[in-house]
């Protein structure tokens, strides 16, 4: 029988605690910084109430190369926005990935078709130096935006360190997004080189994109200089005008690897929201807070150390990838992926033990696939030597939970992340000295002040409410583009509760001081007044077999809210009268009365993002019939289509 959540499911041993990089830290903290020592929830505590001393600790023994500390911190951390972190730091994102030895491989590729790639530092150094020569040539330096339309490939990282090393900005989306959702990003911050590929591979298939890239250069005046990225051919009939990778590159061969240490402030990466409700928001993040956050979440949560290989499953429009990145930060070696991640199922599993992954990382939604199709990577791949399984992107379920102690191992820490875009990091991760708990994240983040707080902006124990951080990080974006008066960021974020960073998820910390994410607080169910987080649905529904996955929407009638249920079910499945009872049973049993939807309705597909995410409020909007207004934003937006017909719900 499954536990219940909070239930412990791994611990790790003396000797895992002991030579934990955290460890390490919090001694360093009690010697040098005043931690009157403790355990995790201590030093996270301490690291709240000693803003200053734990971030300058933060650069001391995380290893950041620049000019620095100095001061930590302008105006009262408590104040946001507007804090400024190591005003007279300078330094270089690029400089602190690309120390170490010439000789020790860094970055590892495998695409789908069979394609693969192996650098060591010394070969990802001269091509970085070769495509900043390249970029300079064009006229870009400290400011200039540099675009990239690519999947996750090696050249992907090559571009943005060498716009990085100049000091550019590098701003990135995937190649499965459309013309008009491409523009509604890089229009906005109108980029003077764009890096495309010819196209990507996926689902078994070459996507060419060609005729897209051409499109997209005719419609961004700012672009001086299109380079194409061979990716379905060696030799791809760019576009005219445009010049191959390695054309690009050819003539600065041998060019010397500089590094402009600028500001901590200053900007590194421009991320985008989804832009599901209009044009995406254009959040700047600065390469010293990004760094130093990316630092602590690899080394202190995740500890990971030189040798470490290090894997997630992301595309170069989400954040996972500049998370990724980082880690060569910290000396890890990047494994890439690129392709459908369960073509063949096992995939990820192949790529995990034939390049002995020590973290792993990917979706919530791919480890519950893995889940439902019966996978025991645990008894079909030696994994001995992966100690760290990372899920994002939606809240992971108990029961997933549970898979992964039983099918892929069990001296294994499991880690939900939460966080996101708006400050390219998380709020509640893991940490190797605590251990794992059914259903839960293991702990906040150090350095991060982390609450839920209700309607009336007090702090809630024992029940859930909105994620609040009440204190400044060095990873807040430093603004909106375009929004000189700041008046668009403050709106987003602080306008529920002032002061305080609002960040729109409906959470509940938990007695063993870990969190639980219910799901986004814009969609949350209220029928009969009673908030009810949308993943308490899931949780319940995805443990059938028949459902291969489903939506949750509160649709308003009457002045009170009824819950509409739909639901994707395997090949050959329907939804039965025996099956709706079913599923009607246990949402009652496990959950409540209050969680059995009014309507249940059997749907082709759930719209998602392009980066995979489900749009809860848009399938509201839909089925309202109001307008949702970026499609461009959605994967498919035709599975959206089908929940605008006439009728659905009639009944």
């Known amino acids: 029988m499954p536990g219940a959540v909070g239930d412990i499911l791994w611990q790790p041993s003396p000797e895992r605690v002991a030579s934990a990089r955290v460890t390490r830290f919090a001694a360093a903290a009690s010697a040098r910084a005043g931690f009157p020592g403790g355990d995790h929830h201590d030093l996270w505590a301490w690291s709240i109430a000693r803003t200053a001393d734990f971030w300058r600790l933060v650069w001391r023994e995380c290893g950041v190369v620049g000019d620095g500390p100095g001061d930590v911190i302008v105006q009262d951390a408590h104040l946001m926005p507007g804090a400024r972190w190591f005003p007279g730091a300078r330094l270089n994102y690029a400089e602190n990935l690309l120390q170490g030895e010439d000789a020790a491989e860094v970055l590892v590729f495998r695409e789908e078709g069979g394609r693969t790639a192996r650098l060591t530092r010394g070969e990802l150094r001269a091509q970085v130096a070769a495509a900043a020569a390249a970029l300079a040539a064009e006229g870009v330096g400290p400011g200039v935006r540099v675009a990239g339309f690519l999947p996750n490939v090696p050249e992907a990282v090559i571009a943005m360190l060498a716009a990085a090393s100049l000091g550019a900005v590098w701003t990135s989306c995937s190649p499965d997004f459309g013309q008009a959702g491409v523009l509604d990003r890089f229009g906005q911050v109108e980029p003077t080189v764009l890096v495309a590929c010819d196209g990507y591979r996926y689902g078994g298939r070459g996507h060419d994109r060609l005729e897209l890239v ?71 993040h600065s390469a010293g807070g990004t760094l130093l956050q990316h630092l602590k979440e690899h080394q202190l949560h995740c500890d990971i150390a030189p040798g470490d290989r290090l894997f997630y499953y992301t595309t170069c429009g989400w954040m996972m990838w500049n998370w990724l990145a980082s880690g060569l930060a910290s000396g890890a070696t990047l494994m890439l992926y690129d392709g459908q991640p369960l073509l063949p199922a096992s995939a990820l599993w192949d790529y995990a033990a034939g390049e002995r992954f020590t973290v792993m990382g990917s979706s919530a939604r791919w480890l519950a696939a893995c889940a439902k199709l019966g996978l025991r990577p645990g008894l079909t791949h030696r994994l001995d030597h992966l100690r760290l399984l990372l899920s994002t992107g939606s809240p992971l379920l108990p029961e997933t939970y549970d898979w992964v102690y039983e099918a892929v191992g069990r001296d294994l820490q499991l880690s939900s992340i939460t966080g996101g875009t708006d400050i390219i990091s998380c709020f509640a991760l893991g940490s190797p000295v605590l251990p794992v708990r059914r259903g839960e994240i293991q702990c906040r983040g150090l350095g991060m002040a982390v609450d839920v707080f209700g309607d009336d902006g007090r702090p809630v124990r024992g029940g859930p409410g909105e994620l609040v951080c009440t204190a400044a990080f060095p990873s807040m974006p430093t603004g909106f583009w375009n929004d000189p008066d700041g008046a668009r960021y403050r709106r987003a974020y602080f306008d529920r509760f002032e002061g305080v960073w609002c960040h729109g998820d409906f959470a509940e910390l938990t007695p063993a001081g870990g ?52 639901v994707v079910l395997q090949a050959g499945a329907a939804l039965t009268p025996g099956l709706v009872a079913r599923l009607r049973a246990a949402l009652r049993d496990e959950e409540s009365p209050r969680h059995v939807p009014y309507w249940l309705v059997q749907a082709p597909a759930i719209p998602r993002t392009i980066s995979g995410k489900i749009v809860e409020k848009a399938v509201a909007q839909a089925l309202a019939g109001q307008p949702v207004e970026n499609l461009d934003a959605l994967a498919d937006p035709a599975a959206l289509a089908w929940f605008r017909q006439p009728g659905l719900l009639d009944g």
């Not at 250069?217 to 060696?234: I, T």
């Not at 814009?522 to 009673?530: C, E, R, W």
């Not at 459902?547 to 009638?557: N, P, Y």
Request: aromatic letters at 8%.
């Open 214 to 284: 051409a499109g997209l250069r005719a419609a961004l005046p700012s672009v001086r200089r299109l380079v194409v990225v061979p990716v379905l051919s060696p030799r791809p009939h760019a576009p005219a005008g445009a010049v191959p990778w390695d054309e690009w590159l050819r003539p600065h061969t041998g060019a010397p690897l500089r590094f402009a240490r600028l500001p901590f402030a200053h900007p590194l990466f421009i991320m985008y929201s989804s832009g599901t409700t209009g044009l995406p928001k254009c959040m700047v």
């Open 515 to 566: 969190l639980v994410v219910h799901g986004r607080s814009d969609t949350v169910l209220n029928p009969g007044g009673v908030r009810i987080g949308t993943a308490e649905i899931y949780r319940v529904v995805e443990k059938f077999p028949e459902v291969v996955e489903s939506v949750v929407v509160g649709v308003d009638q009457g002045g009170d809210q009824r819950i509409a249920l739909f």
